[in-house]
C-alpha cells in the first residue's frame, strides 16, 4: 500500500493508478509515458523520495503522461519488463517499453536518461502490451 506521501502526490496531481484493465488505455492515450512502480514504500523508503521527484520530471518533459501501477498489479507487470529494483519509473514511447530507471537519482541523470529512453530507436523497444 502506497505511502501517505505518494497518496497524497497521487491525488495532487491527479495521476491514474492503473490496473491490467486501464494499462493499454492510458499508454494508447499517451505517446510518452511514464509508470511509477512503487511498491511498499515502508520496504523501499526512497519510493516516497521518488513521488516526490515524479511532478517535477513531467513538468520537465513536455508531453510526459504519469501513472502509479496498482499495487496489486505491480508484480505481474515488472515481470514483463528488465528491471528488479524498486521503485522503478518504466519509460513508454507509443506504447512501446523503453527501459527503467530504479531508486531515486541526482536531478542530472533524470536530465541525460530519460531523453536518451525516450528517444530510443524502435528496434529496441519492447511492446507492452501483449507480451
Known amino acids: 500500500m502506497p505511502s501517505p506521501i505518494v ?4 491525488e495532487r496531481h491527479g495521476y491514474p493508478r492503473l490496473d491490467e484493465a486501464a494499462l493499454a488505455p492510458f ?25 516526490m ?4 520530471l513531467v513538468k520537465e518533459f513536455d508531453g510526459l503522461a504519469a501513472a502509479i501501477v496498482a499495487a496489486d ?7 514483463r519488463f528488465d528491471f528488479t529494483v524498486w521503485p522503478a519509473l518504466a519509460f513508454f514511447n ?8 530504479t531508486g531515486i537519482q541526482n536531478w542530472e541523470d533524470y536530465l541525460q536518461r530519460i531523453p ?10 519492447i511492446p507492452a502490451v501483449n507480451v
Open 7 to 10: 497518496e497524497n502526490m497521487l
Open 27 to 51: 499508454l494508447a492515450a499517451h505517446p510518452r509515458a511514464v509508470l511509477f512502480f512503487c511498491a511498499e514504500p515502508q520496504k523501499y523508503p526512497e519510493s516516497n523520495d521518488v513521488a
Open 53 to 56: 521527484v515524479l511532478p517535477e
Open 73 to 79: 498489479f505491480e508484480q505481474a507487470l515488472q515481470a
Open 94 to 101: 507509443e506504447g512501446n517499453y523503453c527501459g527503467a530507471i
Open 116 to 125: 536518451a529512453l525516450l528517444d530510443a530507436a524502435d528496434g529496441g523497444m
